[in-house]
């Protein structure tokens, strides 16, 4: 009788059987500490509950769950944590498109992707699951918002927002990319609102100076320093003839003050108003000023005309020659930077060239002076102007936490007091957005705030940026059921700071940096201890669809993962995506349908290979494929780790028989890629305890050497020939080898060989007579 033919690979049987075998077992499980063990915080941006998951997801979080695997079997203490980001514009966009309730579609779209998630089998301890619109978390986005106000981190202003008129409310200047906004690429406009803004500003020079001491990548170091556009320059003050007053200009270059025939101001700078009594043509300057309202800031920059109209009758004194130039007023000079003024220095700045170009002003060839001299000499003071804004939180929109802010009769604002959080966001609302504030329709919300606080008051209708929510829930994971604080300072001390946090190169100048000003506050309020949360920052690049564009419904290009996992399994996906080119280097793949199947081969071939175990021999390559791979995995080129197990398989297969021990030594190097086949196989071959609770394979340093090594043969120079050699050959032994080599002895015919010089592991070279 025929012995039975093995099973074949089927990822059907495996994948659901072990997720629930897991999930049982409670492996994935984390403490806060385990004796003898180091703690490793892994996080990856939580994200939106968009409803379905899609090949972006998985590239986002089940690639970072080899790194977590693979420090875990290295005896760390891992956390590796998953979460929604559950508030904001996306999921109250898609609830208004189906008509459903923001809440309902939320925890709806959450359930389904929590199954999806699930299907990766990551090793995310679902104990410690957080969700942003929950009342138990968003009690602490308040508390914490709270704290902000009473140290004079909060505050309230009008300044001018950028409003999106398709979804009808502020965005940050972050969430503006090119002028459009970034979420549904409606074009921006400019408005003046009254709204809660965030200090980040005070931290600017923190948030800059502090990146050198962190290992980042340079890029991401450079984009967050561009971003905050630090710029050390002078004030100067140019005092205006016939008063006390004087015009303050920010400038990055004093040494040209000598080059001074004008002096511009902002159309909005509060100077203008002052001398308007004064001004000749007051009608003519008016209207400029209503014009520039037109313009956003974006135009402004990047107009190619310059415009203006001159202040007549103003004049102002240059401080350096007491000379005395006239005053106007552009709009290529903005308000919000610097000190709204600048001096007009055409011989050496383009655009004051245009524009003295334009209305006939002096250009004048004057020598640059010492620039810190003259700042000195002239009263001025260093100064540094920063690009960064202070951050505007207040959304006109429903689903975001709720602002605890209520208003005396009077109309001051007062914090709802600690006992009082959550401050809930109430239920009864028409939530289509209209441009106003939809918390503003809530009977609820208004009887509530007057039951609580008295007659008159009233509450705030305004809810937060989700990059609020965002800021600081990787501290939430720790302690997620906590109802006394945020986190405990014990959990804190256990876990913080972040080891690795790897997510979306689009996050750089927004959540990234949102969430280091955010720690920076914290930790000057003594609420925790780090002045900044991550150790190690990698941005991942984008899958792109198989024809190399952005994946889109509309391009027809989406590759849906459940697909491919139901077709090839989960351990594919995680495998092929791992594959497909180093991690966190910001480089976009083009998914290759080709690719994944060719994937999916190798972990079949690993599979049969099970059947060549038998009486053979040690292998050398092995160790070298342990020692290899767990370099490339340290710097996340999971890409060559693969290609290393890949060509030991080759090798293997070539092989009567390998052994036991390593062939079970391959499954542990493949566990943290293919959890799921390796745990079956690895309980086939005997094993009771999970292949994930084992130690990553040790190597042998004494295997790791090559046995032998290919030396060129050189004579008088030039390479002739190679020669193989044991790796543990003697100098004489290689001489003798490297002389007798038929073409060198052809090359040698009639000639002395003088010398023979054999540079170890390199080259040999033999010296002859002409
Ligand atoms: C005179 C000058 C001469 C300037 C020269 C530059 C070159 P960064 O490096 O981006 O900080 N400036 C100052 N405030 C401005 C405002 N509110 N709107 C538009 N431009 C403004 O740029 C600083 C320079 O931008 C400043 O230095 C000022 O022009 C201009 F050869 O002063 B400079």
């Not at 025929?2 to 997720?19: D, R, S, T, V």
């Not at 959450?110 to 090793?123: D, F, I, Y």
């Not at 020692?627 to 060559?640: R, V």
């Not at 994930?692 to 004579?715: E, K, M, N």
Request: charged letters at 25%; one cysteine or more; a negative charge.
């Amino acid at each position: 009788m025929n012995a039975p033919k093995p099973a074949p690979y089927n990822h059907a049987l495996i994948e659901k059987k072990w997720q629930e075998a897991w999930q049982e077992a409670g492996i994935y499980t984390v403490a806060d500490s385990v004796p003898g063990k180091e703690n490793y915080y892994t996080l990856v941006e939580f994200s939106y509950p968009s409803g379905n998951l899609h090949v972006g997801h998985w590239y986002a979080f089940s690639v970072p769950d080899i790194f977590a695997r693979y420090k875990r079997m290295q005896g760390f203490n891992v956390l590796y944590p998953m979460g929604f980001d559950a508030f904001g514009l996306p999921a109250e966009n898609a609830a208004i498109k189906q008509g459903a309730d923001p809440k309902v579609w939320t925890y709806e779209q959450m359930e389904k992707m929590r199954t999806q998630l699930r299907s990766m089998g990551a090793m995310f301890d679902w104990e410690r699951e957080i969700v942003s619109c929950d009342p138990i978390y968003y009690k602490w986005t308040q508390w914490m918002f709270n704290q902000f106000l009473k140290n004079d981190l909060v505050y309230r202003a009008v300044t001018k927002v950028n409003w999106c008129p398709k979804d009808m409310t502020i965005l940050a200047n972050e969430q503006v990319t090119d002028g459009v906004c970034e979420r549904c690429g409606t074009e921006v406009v400019q408005r003046d609102q009254e709204q809660w803004m965030i200090r980040i500003t005070k931290y600017a020079d923190r948030l800059v100076d502090d990146l050198d001491e962190l290992a980042w990548p340079n890029a991401i170091k450079e984009a967050q320093k561009n971003w905050i556009g630090r710029s050390a320059g002078s004030e100067l003050s140019f005092p205006l003839v016939g008063t006390d007053n004087t015009i303050d200009v920010f400038t990055t270059r004093a040494d040209t003050l000598f080059g001074v025939t004008y002096v511009v101001i902002a159309p909005e700078h509060t100077l203008v108003s002052e001398l308007l009594s004064r001004v000749e043509n007051a009608d003519e300057v008016l209207a400029y000023i209503a014009d520039t309202k037109k313009k956003s800031e974006l135009d402004r920059q990047q107009s190619k005309e310059k415009t203006g109209v001159q202040l007549k009758g103003v004049m102002a004194k240059n401080p350096a020659n007491g000379e005395a130039v006239p005053v106007w007023i552009a709009d290529y000079v903005l308000a919000g930077y610097g000190t709204g003024a600048v001096m007009g220095v055409p011989e050496h700045d383009e655009r004051d060239r245009e524009f003295a170009t334009k209305y006939n002003l002096p250009i004048v060839d004057q020598p640059l002076v010492d620039a810190k001299e003259i700042t000195e000499t002239v009263g001025g003071k260093m100064v540094s102007t920063y690009r960064l804004r202070d951050w505007g939180i207040s959304r006109q929109r429903f689903w975001g936490c709720p602002i605890p802010i209520v208003y005396d009769p009077e109309g001051n604002a007062h914090p709802v007091p600690d006992e009082h959080l959550p401050w809930i966001l109430p239920s009864d609302v028409d939530h289509t957005p209209d441009g106003t504030a939809p918390l503003a329709r809530s009977k609820e919300l208004f009887e509530r705030t007057e039951s609580i606080f008295g007659k008159g008051w009233r509450p705030e209708v305004e809810t937060m940026d989700t990059f609020v929510d965002s800021s600081w829930y990787f501290y939430r994971y720790l302690d997620n059921k906590n109802t006394e604080s945020f986190a405990s300072e014990s959990v804190r001390d256990a876990w913080m700071p972040i080891d690795l946090y790897m997510g979306g190169a689009e996050h750089t100048t927004m959540h990234l940096l949102y969430s280091r000003f955010w720690v920076k506050a914290l930790h000057e309020l003594g609420l925790v201890k780090e002045n900044e949360s991550y150790v190690m920052r990698r941005n991942r690049g984008l899958i792109l669809g198989p024809d190399g564009n952005k994946m889109s419904k509309s391009k027809g290009n989406v590759i849906d993962p459940d697909e491919i996992v139901s077709r090839l399994g989960a351990d594919t996906v995680r495998l092929y995506l791992a594959f497909m080119g180093p991690y966190g280097v910001t480089g976009n793949y083009p998914w290759d349908p080709n690719g994944v199947v060719g994937v999916h081969r190798f972990l079949e071939r690993v599979w049969k290979l099970k059947e060549k175990i038998g009486k053979g021999a040690p292998t050398n390559l092995l160790h070298k494929t342990i020692k290899k791979m767990a370099e490339d995995i340290e710097e996340y080129k999971f890409n060559t780790a693969i290609s290393a197990m890949m060509i030991l398989l080759n090798a293997w297969e070539k092989e009567d028989a390998i052994l036991l021990e390593e062939y079970k030594t391959l499954l542990q190097l493949l566990a943290p890629f293919a959890p799921h086949m390796t745990e079956e196989l690895w309980h086939e071959l005997g094993e009771t305890e999970s292949i994930h609770l084992s130690a990553w394979p040790a190597y042998d340093s004494t295997r790791i050497v090559d046995d032998s090594v290919t030396l060129g043969v050189q004579i008088n120079g030039k390479v002739r020939d190679e020669l193989l050699v044991a790796t543990n050959a003697s100098k004489e032994e290689i001489e003798a080898a490297a002389l007798a080599l038929p073409k060198i002895q052809g090359h040698l015919a009639g000639k002395e060989v003088k010398k023979v010089i054999v540079v170890p592991g390199r080259a040999i070279n033999i010296v002859a007579s002409e």
